[in-house]
């Protein structure tokens, strides 16, 4: 498994019960693909939100974010972190 850092643009204004609700809606489905949703992030006032995740491909991460309504608009691979 792969960690990766999936970033969302264009959700400005978004508040703390929309996050919430698009992370679960995330977690419903996200074994389907084999990915864990570990923690998402967010700044209403630039709209980026930003999502952390294990997962077998990056296309797996996009798959679900996709099909639960939010694609992401940058996925990129972690491969160092302390």
């Known amino acids: 498994m792969t960690t990766f850092m999936?970033?969302?643009h264009g959700m400005v204004?978004?508040?703390a019960e929309q996050l919430k609700e698009a992370h679960n809606a995330?977690?419903?489905i996200?074994?389907?693909e084999g990915v864990h949703f570990e923690k998402a992030w967010a700044d209403p006032v630039s709209g980026t939100v930003y999502c952390l995740s294990e997962a077998p491909s990056a296309e797996a991460v996009q798959r679900i974010h996709a099909r639960s309504g939010h694609p992401a608009s940058e996925i990129h691979p972690v491969a160092l972190s302390i």
Request: hydrophobic share 35%.
């Open 13 to 15: 204004g978004i508040t």
């Open 26 to 28: 995330d977690l419903a």
């Open 6 to 8: 999936d970033v969302h």
């Open 30 to 32: 996200e074994g389907e």
